[in-house]
């Protein structure tokens, strides 16, 4: 089909959507360092992860060897109900710009969750009634998470608590309301539900919250209640497993059409997106079959990667989860709370602090401002109004479209739009007002939480 | 394809979607009644239309010869953008209902205005843009056509004045900031920008407002500004021919597996998605090639079809509009403020009302808590959360789907699934905090406004 006119939006088949996820980590050589027990130094342990962890997933976040994993039927039946995710040639984009780049996008907001977060939600939900647990518990920022978790758990009757970092529970009330009609509890963290919520609030009185804060007291109630296990949403190499769905689609809908991308760029919190996207191109790249420039694209406010040490941390502020080796901030770091939208993690997926260690991908930072002028500017040609997060990943394709403006190459760019901004019109009414800011902690500042660092590894 | 397993989403290629609208009043023997000049008590002619819509608009507002109308290539271009609109088999809710009944439904919720609207407003947007205006105006309840309309007015660089139904206004902040990202200006109805606003908060003071009262505002600016015209998101034929794209795309995807519904059921305000949804099925119908049971479901709060009367009465509350002959209940009439979501019209599209009339459909009437039951369980099932007035077809798509299951007869059901409830969270929680009242208008309530319609036709 190679010389065919490309469509708007390239839907796959049912036929053609993925039946197996694919494992990053059985290409890598040098495999990302493991999960280390903080009281013991050690790897941990399938039994040691299993007391948080469904038994299934920790299989799953165990395995360096298998490169495909069979998604259970269940779950494809499930993706059918709002996948495959077009893939959007952008041409009026192209045709504002005045570029001669070709720029795609792989669209993952046409669920209610707004967001790529369903694909591992449903896929961890499954596992947990496999199991026969009786719920899940979670944590949440921007909300987006929080309702993917919500929206499995109905699905598959499980139980579902969520602490939700408390400057979103109170910016965003319509996003807890949406928890609501799924049937999720929804608490804002940190809360007086958990000693580490109550540890927190005596340490940090009025601290409007953090995700690594919100993780800790999810944790403590799933250990601390029969029949429940934690879920989590991003950072952990099951998750970016499940979000191979997204790039998996993505090179079948380019291969039907035989076009290779030249830059594959994807926002970056905790690597959700940007791993899943990436996966299949990142495992040519690795068995050298061939090669891409990826972009991971984060805030300048939350830079892990950009302004990180690649160390042991740990995961949560609550220091309850295990050590894992990943480009980090420093488990207390909190990003200004004018911040908008999500991607407020500290650290960053181990597997993609690996590769990008390696030199396998770039990473860039991008202020706020400059994020949702670009967002406007999609939402006004492209229809669809993004994410904020999302929005980091148009603000660099954008600026790569420009580029080969100025220099007349036809470079193909894809990039991830995971979501939609419904829920995000506080911040969009604070860019149009004019009174949006932009923060970049200073290296004093990160010094800081630097300094405080677990010394293993 | 008849034997092929039907997949849960239909998508039509690109080369599928419909090429013209469907005009259906070209098939009806009996046309609907004329707009009438309320001055002259005379069919409004091209040239009085023309003072406050586009002329290609008039054209097709009057037009009764051409079944067929082209939908010019640009904007086929923007359908291209958010359509094909898929066509959904309720796998999952079937299994839920454990019903013999085959149930399908038409989305129009993937795109960012959140509904079906944007179907017209693109057209709208584009004649206005073609005659050279500078702007246009109109009214939004809801909030959806508003949002449609700020949309297709900055992809074809228009502006657009929005005059937005008070209680909407303060209820949904969203919206308004929605609208406000595509450039338009939002103004909370009734208003002291125009003189029948003035007039009417004089009338009434403390009023919350209503759709015919925001029309008024938004059709007086249109006329008394240069280079500006008034457009409007139901009633008119206009918005049914453009809606026809909905229609004819279910066709082609029933068509193109062999799947022929017995019944069709849309939700109905002033009747832009109905009337778009059912176009060439009752063409069908009107022709004698076949039958369907077509429903039309209107919210218990403003029953125009189930207990109004079919006569000549405005259009909107400051009587500014043509007479049009409709199934109304005074345009004085205005639903309890507890009514949620749209669906608050007093009329009817003259349309479906000759069609109603003729018996060629059926309608009825349903309490908004039965609503959002059904749209809270299609929710947890079918994982999109829908919005109110989408929810009105899907009660009654389930109380149909649940007599198959009494009477075992396998029935297919199509029904029209309009748009997300993304900016109606406050009204979802009503729901859940079991706050939620159904107003129902008595026989006496009706009969007031019913003296006062004007004495012609």
Redesign the interface.
């Known amino acids: 089909m190679a010389n065919e006119k490309i ?3 390239i ?1 796959l ?2 036929s053609e959507m993925p039946k197996a996820w694919y494992n990053i980590k059985a290409d890598m050589k040098k495999k990302p360092a493991p999960l280390l027990n903080p009281a013991t130094g050690k790897p941990m342990t399938a039994e040691e992860l299993s007391a948080v962890f469904c038994d299934e997933l920790v299989a799953q976040e165990l395995d360096e060897e298998n490169a495909y994993i069979e998604i259970p039927e269940e779950i494809r ?1 499930f993706y ?3 996948r495959p995710a077009p893939l ?1 040639r952008a ?2 984009l192209e045709k504002k710009l005045g570029t001669p780049a070709k720029i795609y996008y792989k669209f993952e907001g ?3 969750s ?1 967001s790529h977060k369903l694909n591992s939600a449903i896929a961890q939900a499954y596992y947990a009634k496999k199991q026969g647990l009786k719920g899940v518990t979670t944590e949440t920022g921007a909300g987006q998470w929080g309702t993917a978790l919500s ?1 499995a758990c ?2 598959f009757d499980l139980d579902c608590k969520v602490f939700m970092v408390k400057c979103s529970y109170e910016q965003k ?2 996003r807890r ?2 928890m ?4 999720a509890s929804v608490t804002p963290s940190p809360s007086t539900e958990t000693e580490v919520g109550k540890k927190i609030l005596k340490e940090h009185p009025g601290t409007s919250g953090s995700l690594g804060c919100a993780i800790s007291e999810a944790v403590e109630t799933a250990v601390s209640n029969d029949g429940y296990r934690y879920v989590l949403g991003s950072v952990l190499s099951q998750v970016l497993l499940h979000q191979s769905v997204i790039g998996l689609e993505t090179k079948t809908a380019l291969d039907k059409y035989g076009i290779k991308p030249d830059i594959i760029i994807g926002c970056a919190g905790g690597g959700s997106n940007l791993g899943g996207l990436i996966a299949p191109f990142m495992g040519e790249k690795l068995r050298g079959e061939a090669d891409y420039r990826i972009i991971a694209v984060e805030p300048a406010s939350c830079p892990s990667l950009t302004r990180g040490v690649y160390a042991y941390d740990f995961c949560d502020t609550g220091m309850v989860c295990p050590l894992s080796k990943m480009y980090t901030l420093g488990s207390d770091f909190i990003p200004s709370a004018n911040h908008a939208g999500g991607l407020r993690y500290h650290g960053m997926s181990s597997v993609l602090s690996e590769l990008y260690d390696q030199g396998l991908m770039e990473a860039t930072s991008v202020k706020q401002t400059e994020v949702f002028e670009a967002a ?1 500017y999609f ?7 993004p994410a904020p997060e999302s929005s980091h990943a148009i603000r660099v394709a954008i600026d790569e479209a420009l580029k080969c403006k100025q220099t007349g190459e036809e470079k193909t760019i894809v990039f991830g739009l995971t979501g ?1 901004g ?2 995000d ?2 911040a ?2 604070k860019f ?1 007002d004019g009174i949006m800011e932009d923060y970049i902690p200073t290296d004093e500042e990160l010094e800081i939480y630097r300094k405080k660092l677990p010394k293993i590894g």
């Open positions: 469509p708007y939006k839907y088949e049912e039946d059918k109900m709002y959007v041409y009026c046409n669920n209610t707004g929206m109905s699905y009330p319509f309301e949406v609501r009609t799924y049937g406007e939402a006004r040609i492209e229809g669809i109004l939609t419904y829920f019109m506080v969009y009414e149009h």
